[in-house]
């Protein structure tokens, strides 16, 4: 049976697949994305590939990050003790509030996908109130 961070990448290279999302599916052709997502499909156990399609048919997402203690989809804070689990990769965890898979990031994944605000929002936000205090100081 494959450990539960494998269990964690397939999904994910499954999803992204599927979706047409992501470097892996726009490398491949047509006819490769159909081999490599059977060949997923073969490795996932039946229970958890059951689980990814019911999510998939009510438009859900099936894996996402768990993002400062919080499953990213539903924005749930997850109890220590299931943050523990996913630290350690002793299961793979489904989030009490959507459904949904969750995985803890690497570091290096963190950092290269961006995890910081939107650029411009705090600054323009800033701008704002600068200015406001200086219309305020004239007067």
Not at 71 to 77: G, I, K, Q, T, V
């Given at each position: 049976m494959p450990t539960p961070a494998h269990l964690t990448a397939s999904i994910r290279r499954l999803c992204d697949l599927e979706s047409g999302r992501g470097p892996l599916a726009s490398a491949l052709s047509d006819s490769e994305k159909r081999f490599e997502i059977g060949r997923l499909r073969s490795i996932i156990p039946v229970s958890i590939l059951a689980h990814h399609d019911r999510m998939l048919q009510r438009g859900k997402r099936t894996i996402v990050p768990a993002?400062?203690?919080?499953?990213?989809?539903?924005?749930?804070?997850?109890?220590?003790?299931?943050?523990?689990?996913?630290?350690?990769?002793?299961?793979?965890?489904?989030?009490?509030?959507?459904?949904?898979?969750?995985?803890?990031?690497?570091?290096?994944?963190?950092?290269?996908?961006?995890?910081?605000?939107?650029?411009?929002?705090?600054?323009?936000a800033a701008a704002k109130i600068r200015n406001s205090k200086l219309e305020i100081r004239k007067e």
């Open positions: 993002l400062d203690g919080a499953c990213s989809a539903c924005h749930r804070r997850l109890p220590a003790s299931q943050l523990a689990r996913l630290r350690t990769c002793q299961d793979l965890e489904v989030c009490d509030g959507c459904g949904t898979f969750i995985y803890l990031e690497s570091k290096r994944e963190s950092r290269s996908s961006g995890s910081a605000k939107p650029s411009g929002v705090k600054s323009k």
